[in-house]
């Protein structure tokens, strides 16, 4: 349902197809906005667990209403729900913001969660990073507004006409509709340019090592419950289906599961 409703909005964007088939795109919509509120308030009454005895039904619902699973879930419906009761709003805004729905599959998806949870843990130190180029967006703008405003008023008239420059070049895109002209201009965005790979290397760096940690937990976790479970030398068939959970939960290949059997294999070899 997430997948044709991805799709659905991609065409609707089409005029000869929406204009075509408008009617079906219509009681699609509406078939999938009835489905998605089911789904919504049928979650909502079921998140209550017997784990949290200490809270009440109606304050797990509210904690379940602002998770990010359900602020999603939400999202998804409303845009459909205030055009039913609005209807001088503008659709075509409304059509495009259903393709937030496409976020849905972060309930589903391994991937997408170990991204949320890597972004999350990473917080400060992306927040770090982004500071200092939001500080080389400053210092290259304002460097190129001064040694480029004579010549180029129209594209470096002023330190905000430069950021756009200094973005794209930052981030080492470079579309080239904006560029320096003279030499001292061209020396000081060669040197932009050499300072944008190192900012934009940082991120970078910072995501490729956190998702090596996360992984390396998750294959700690797996780790650790496997060998809680061989302490009876027995792995039986209830357990092998909670590891099973367990690794799909922890987003773990076939591979890193073999390889974390084998580790395991081999100390206890040597053990014996």
Same mark, same amino acid.
């Given at each position: *349902?997430?997948?044709?409703?991805?799709?659905?909005?991609?065409?609707?964007?089409?005029?000869?197809?929406?204009?075509?088939?408008?009617?079906?795109?219509?009681?699609? $919509?509406?078939?999938?906005?009835?489905?998605?509120?089911?789904?919504? &308030?049928?979650?909502?009454?079921?998140?209550?667990?017997?784990?949290?005895?200490?809270?009440?039904?109606?304050?797990?619902?509210?904690?379940?209403?602002?998770?990010?699973?359900?602020?999603?879930?939400?999202?998804?419906? %409303?845009?459909?729900?205030?055009?039913?009761?609005?209807?001088?709003?503008?659709?075509?805004?409304?059509?495009? %913001?259903?393709?937030?729905?496409?976020?849905?599959?972060?309930?589903?998806?391994? #991937?997408?969660?170990?991204?949320?949870?890597?972004?999350?843990?990473?917080?400060?130190?992306?927040?770090?990073?982004?500071?200092?180029? &939001?500080?080389?967006?400053?210092?290259?703008?304002?460097? @190129?507004? =001064?040694?480029?405003?004579?010549?180029?008023?129209?594209?470096?008239?002023?330190?905000?006409? #430069? @950021?756009?420059?200094? =973005?794209?070049?930052?981030?080492?895109?470079?579309?080239? +509709?904006?560029?320096?002209?003279?030499?001292?201009?061209? @020396?000081?965005?060669?040197?932009?340019?050499?300072?944008?790979?190192?900012?934009?290397?940082?991120?970078?760096?910072? @995501?490729? #090592?956190?998702?090596?940690?996360?992984?390396?937990?998750?294959?700690?976790?797996?780790?650790?419950?496997?060998?809680? *479970?061989?302490?009876?030398?027995?792995?039986?068939?209830? $357990?092998?289906?909670?590891?099973?959970?367990?690794?799909?939960?922890?987003? %773990? #290949?076939?591979? +890193?599961?073999?390889?974390?059997?084998?580790?395991?294999?081999?100390?206890?070899?040597?053990?014996?």
């Amino acid at each position: *349902m997430i997948t044709l409703n991805v799709f659905s909005v991609i065409l609707e964007t089409v005029d000869s197809i929406y204009n075509k088939f408008e009617i079906i795109f219509t009681y699609f $919509e509406y078939f999938s906005v009835f489905i998605f509120t089911i789904e919504y &308030f049928t979650r909502l009454w079921s998140c209550v667990t017997e784990k949290n005895k200490n809270v009440s039904d109606f304050d797990q619902r509210i904690n379940y209403v602002f998770s990010f699973g359900a602020i999603i879930d939400a999202i998804a419906i %409303l845009p459909s729900l205030i055009a039913l009761f609005i209807p001088s709003i503008d659709l075509r805004f409304i059509r495009a %913001l259903r393709i937030v729905r496409l976020l849905k599959f972060s309930r589903y998806s391994g #991937s997408i969660n170990s991204l949320i949870s890597v972004l999350w843990d990473q917080r400060r130190s992306f927040g770090a990073a982004f500071f200092l180029l &939001f500080i080389a967006l400053i210092i290259v703008s304002s460097g @190129m507004y =001064l040694v480029e405003k004579d010549v180029q008023p129209e594209k470096f008239g002023s330190i905000p006409h #430069s @950021m756009w420059w200094a =973005l794209v070049t930052l981030t080492t895109v470079g579309y080239g +509709d904006v560029y320096p002209i003279t030499p001292i201009g061209k @020396m000081f965005g060669s040197i932009s340019i050499i300072l944008g790979i190192g900012t934009v290397a940082l991120p970078a760096g910072i @995501m490729a #090592s956190a998702f090596t940690e996360f992984t390396r937990r998750n294959q700690k976790k797996y780790e650790d419950k496997l060998k809680f *479970m061989l302490e009876d030398d027995v792995i039986d068939h209830k $357990e092998r289906e909670e590891l099973k959970l367990l690794s799909e939960k922890l987003n %773990l #290949s076939d591979k +890193d599961i073999g390889a974390i059997e084998e580790h395991l294999n081999s100390k206890n070899k040597k053990k014996d």
